[in-house]
C-alpha cells in the first residue's frame, strides 16, 4: 500500500502502518500454503506492524495456530538509520569492500538491534526445542540475519512473504536458506505491477471462489475517483446503523465489508474496533486504501481480514456485534453462515442482518432474482421475510426488531454499483422495461422523465444470542 499509493495519502505516516494490497493478500495465501505442506511449525509469532500480523493471521488460520503478538518486535527502521559501513556501488572487486564496522549501540541501528535481538531471545527461551514461525518487516529479518552472521554491513534482499530459516543445531547457530520464494509463482514482472490470480480463501469451496471472481472485478474501481458516488450508499449505511442502535465501545464484526464504508461508520459511531471481512483480495486493497484517506481517528480502529463468511478465523465469542449487510443472497447455504456468526457473538451479543427482500409471488420472486443475477452473477437469490427469520432463528438467536424499508433506485445508479458491463446493461434494462405495465419483477419499476427507477426492498433483522 505504502509504494502503491503514498501519493494519494493526506499523512504519509498513516500509510507506513497499512493493511495489504490484492496481491499482498495472495501472496500471504501461497505462503500459508507452502509452510503447511513444508514445515511443522510449533509456535507461531508475530511484530505488531500491521502487516506482519495479517500476513500472520492468514498463516495461523491455515496451520491451526494461535498468533501471538509479540509487542517488543520492531517494526521497519526509523527514517534516520543507516547501516554500519558504507559501501561503494563503483567497487567491482569484494576485497576492496570496506571491512564490517562495529554497531554502535547508541545509534538507531543499534538500537533497533538491540531490541530485536533481545525480543528473539525471548521467544526463543519461551519456545526451547520448538520450531517458531516469526514474522517480522524485511528490515527485521534481514537484521537477524546480519547478526547471527556477524556482518552488520552486508545488504540483505528479503522479498515479502519470503522465508528464512535459522536452526540451532550441535550447540551452535546455522544459516539454513535466506528468502526462499518458490511458494510464489515466477514471474518477470516487477512485484508491485504483477497480478496474480484470485487465489480461493483457505477452507474455501468452489462457490466462494465464484463469487470471489465477480467481486474481484468490482474491486478493481478506483475508490478515490468514485467517492460521490458513495454518498447513497453511506446514506443507506446510516439508515440500517439508525435502525441497529448498536450501544458506543462495541467489538464489531463487518461481514462481506466489501470497500469497507460499513466498517468505517461503524467506527466513526464509537466501535472500539471494527473488523470487516471479505472474500476478495481486490476489494479488501480498495477498503484499506479508502481508511487510510480518511482522515478521522476512527478510521484507525478499523481493519479487515480475508476470509470466509461459513469459516471465519476468530475464537469463539470474540464479538459484541456482528452485521451482515447484502450477503446472504449470494450464498446457497446462508444456514452455514449464521451458524458461524451465531459462534462468534457472545452472549447477549448482538446480530444485524440486512438484505434484499423477494416478491411475495412466486413468478415475480423469479423475475427479480434473473434481474439480480444479470446484473450480479454471484447472486443467488432474495428471501422472503419468513426464511431470513428461520434462518436468525435457527443458529440460536433471539429476533428483537425488524424493519421492511424500501429505497428508490435510480437503474444506472444501481448498474454502476456494481461495474456491470455493457451486455449485462442492455439486458438488465430490456427486462425492466419488458415488465413495466404487469410489474413483473415486483419492483414498481417506473420512468421519470428520461430515467428508470424501481423500488428496492430490503429486509432489516436485529437479534440477540441469549
Known sequence: ????????????????????????WEQTAQLAQWLGSHEKIDALYTAPLLQSRLTAQRIGQALS?????????????????????????????????????????????????????????????????????????????????????GAHALPVVVSHTGVSELRRQDGIW?????????????????????????????????????????????????????????????????????????????????????????????AEEGAREVIGIDISPTMLEAAELIRLRSDKESARRVSYRLAPAHALPFRDERFDAIVCRLLLHHSHKPQ?????????????????????????DPVKRATQNAIEEKRNPSHVAALSAEQYRKLVTGAGLVIEAEQTITFERELEEWLNDMQADQNARTTVREMIEAGLETDAAGLNARRQGNKLVFDQRMFYLKAIKP
Open 336 to 360: 452455514a453462515i449464521l451458524a458461524e456468526l451465531a459462534r462468534l457473538l457472545r452472549h447477549n451479543g448482538i446480530l444485524v442482518v440486512a438484505d434484499l427482500l423477494s416478491a411475495s
Open 65 to 149: 495456530l494461535v498468533v501471538n503478538v509479540h509487542e517488543d518486535l520492531p517494526g521497519r527502521f526509523p527514517s534516520d538509520l543507516t547501516l554500519p559501513g558504507q559501501w561503494d556501488r563503483s567497487v567491482r572487486t569484494i576485497d576492496q569492500q570496506p571491512a564490517v564496522s562495529a554497531v554502535d549501540p547508541e545509534a538507531p541501528y543499534g538500537q533497533y538491534l538491540s531490541q530485536l535481538v533481545a525480543s528473539l531471545d525471548s521467544i526463543i527461551q519461551e519456545n526451547w526445542g520448538k520450531t517458531i514461525a516469526i514474522v517480522l518487516s524485511g528490515n527485521g529479518v534481514a537484521t537477524a540475519i546480519r547478526h547471527f552472521a
Open 1 to 24: 500500500m505504502q509504494n502503491r499509493y503514498s501519493e494519494l495519502m493526506r499523512d504519509a505516516a498513516a500509510v507506513a502502518d497499512s493493511g495489504l494490497t490484492a496481491f499482498g
Open 174 to 266: 546455522h544459516l539454513v536458506y535466506v528468502n526462499r520464494r518458490e511458494h510464489l509463482p515466477i514471474s518477470t514482472l516487477p512485484v508491485q505491477r504483477q497480478k496474480a490470480p484470485v487465489v480461493a480463501p483457505v477452507n474455501g469451496d468452489e462457490l466462494v471462489a465464484d463469487i470471489a471472481r465477480v467481486v474481484n472485478t468490482y474491486g478493481r474501481l478506483v475508490p478515490h475517483e468514485h467517492e460521490e458516488s458513495d454518498q447513497p450508499r453511506e446514506q443507506r449505511i446510516r439508515h440500517l446503523l439508525k435502525f441497529a442502535q448498536l450501544p458506543s465501545k462495541l467489538s464489531v464484526l463487518d461481514v462481506g465489508t466489501g470497500m469497507g464504508q460499513l466498517a468505517l461508520t461503524v
